[in-house]
C-alpha cells in the first residue's frame, strides 16, 4: 500500500494571523494567475494549485470558480 504524505502550504509571513482567509484567497489568485501567464501544461503553478486547496474550504473554491467562468469574480486575476 502506498503512503500519503499530507503537507499544507509553507508559513507566508505576509499572514501572520491565524485566521487564513487572505492566504487561501491570494494563494488561489497566484495560482489563475500563474496559469494565465504559463498555460495549463506548466508544472510550475502545480505548488500554487496544492497551497490554495489545502488552505480553501472546497464551497468557496467552487463558487469562485463559478464567479470566474460567469465574469463575476472580484479579485484581481
Known sequence: MDEIELKTAPVDFRFPTTNQSRHCFTRYIEF??????????????D?????????????W???????????????PL
Open 61 to 75: 473554491v467552487d463558487k469562485w470558480n463559478e464567479q470566474r467562468e460567469s465574469g463575476t469574480f472580484a479579485g
Open 32 to 45: 489563475h494567475r500563474c496559469v494565465a501567464s504559463t498555460g495549463e501544461e506548466a508544472g510550475e503553478c
Open 47 to 59: 505548488k500554487f494549485a496544492k497551497y490554495y486547496r489545502s488552505l480553501c474550504p472546497g464551497e
